[in-house]
């Protein structure tokens, strides 16, 4: 099957797809046949398109809406000039993956889309507003242009963390508020956090319920995982992706007392803090330069920046007390940290400095090696000897959308 996997952001549209069968699947012969994303719409776009192994296609138009996006990533990918072998028209996309940002309580795991599904998104706007309705979109622009004979599949971010018990994702809150609102710590970055687990399982050829794992998604957006016997059992963001730890230009936790302090202090609305809190803390915030962690560490080595530096610190030291809290959550059956997405997987001093104060768990870290691993690969960071390993694994959140595509698409068991 040729899956189309589609990711739409509130002015972007990013796709890949992807070769997948039930016997690719089994076999790991996944292959990706192109990729590219469209950013900025709504006004000039920037646009990306490559073809495996070919080189990119860059181009720049204005494009309105994510249907007129879509409709222009699927025309290039029938193209001649496209170079993808395998497709010369519309019949040779088999089905369609969507990332779904929010499924709430209603939606646990992968689920096929019609008209019911399409209403339970919505009723999850409220708690994902800037993502669930450019989600929606995409599911409707998708049956505009290609009908609806083709068949689509949600894949939702917060399904993987359905599992967690009702004390690890209730508030300390008056429990009506939850009742009546679904106030509840959701957890996001679900599909990556899955496909570390699936990634550390098939690389240590291990059963689903023999992963005990802390996953670290680490980016602009960051989040951990506390994964025992398969599951996740916690997960640092909550009730939005704000909670948790540092990030880009994201706060994390704070005393919410704050809010109402500046409120009074400096007399910004809710509407105000809430973009201070999201769009202009956290690695940003606080060193006043940027949020890209490489231009930080730049900062750092080459001006020895102090505020680049407490920035970084803050980043680690979160970090840290996560790995900490969820040690002993899991009763200390932890085998192995594992580091993911754009900061995980290429900041080797990153990791060496969230490694460093993880002795007294057990990690060891092999400074050679780590300094090795980074622009995609794989492999271990700790000593042979240390008693829980560290591992640097590269998400692909695409291939297990694929993938669960094709396993709903033929009703196959979802083992991940």
């Not at 039930?22 to 006004?43: P, V």
């Not at 949020?291 to 979160?318: G, S, T, V």
Request: one cysteine or more; proline letters at 3%.
């Amino acid at each position: 099957m040729n899956i189309l996997v589609l990711n739409c952001g509130s002015s972007s549209v990013k796709f890949q797809i992807i070769e997948t069968d039930l016997d690719h699947i089994e076999k790991n012969t996944d292959r990706r046949l192109a990729r590219g994303i469209i950013e900025r719409i709504g006004s000039h776009s920037l646009i990306t398109f490559q073809a495996e192994g070919k080189p990119k296609t860059l181009m720049d138009a204005p494009i309105r809406n994510h249907r007129e996006a879509i409709g222009m990533i699927l025309r290039w990918i029938i193209a001649p000039d496209s170079n993808i072998d395998q497709i010369r028209s519309y019949d040779d996309i088999h089905a369609i993956g969507h990332r779904i940002v929010h499924g709430g309580e209603k939606f646990s795991k992968s689920v096929k889309i019609n008209e019911e599904v399409i209403s339970g998104i919505e009723d999850c706007i409220e708690l994902a507003p800037l993502h669930n309705p450019a989600n929606i979109k995409g599911i409707r622009a998708s049956t505009e242009l290609l009908g609806d004979k083709i068949p689509q599949v949600a894949v939702f971010d917060t399904a993987f963390h359905s599992t967690m018990p009702q004390e690890a994702y209730l508030y300390g809150l008056p429990y009506q508020v939850y009742r009546r609102y679904k106030i509840r710590r959701y957890g996001f970055h679900g599909t990556s956090h899955r496909y570390i687990a699936f990634k550390y399982r098939q690389e240590n050829n291990l059963g689903r319920e023999q992963v005990n794992i802390i996953s670290l998604h680490l980016g602009n957006g960051a989040s951990a995982c506390a994964i025992l016997n398969g599951e996740s059992i916690d997960t640092s963001m909550g009730f939005t992706p704000l909670q948790g730890l540092l990030m880009g230009t994201r706060a994390g936790d704070l005393d919410p007392s704050i809010l109402e302090f500046l409120y009074h202090k400096e007399g910004l609305t809710f509407s105000e803090l809430d973009t201070m809190m999201n769009k202009r803390s956290g690695l940003l915030g606080i060193s006043g330069l940027t949020h890209d962690m490489r231009e930080l560490l730049e900062e750092e080595a080459e001006n020895q920046d102090r505020r680049a530096k407490l920035a970084i610190d803050m980043f680690c030291m979160r970090v840290r007390k996560y790995i900490g809290s969820y040690f002993v959550e899991m009763d200390g059956k932890v085998d192995a940290v594992v580091f993911t997405g754009g900061i995980g997987e290429n900041a080797a001093p990153v990791r060496e400095r969230i490694c460093k104060g993880l002795g007294s768990i057990g990690v060891k870290l092999d400074k050679k090696k780590n300094s090795a691993l980074f622009g995609g690969k794989s492999g271990l960071i700790s000593t042979e000897n240390s008693q829980v390993k560290a591992y640097v694994y590269p998400t692909n959140e695409e291939l297990l959308i694929a993938r669960d595509t094709c396993r709903v698409v033929k009703d196959a068991p979802r083992r991940w």
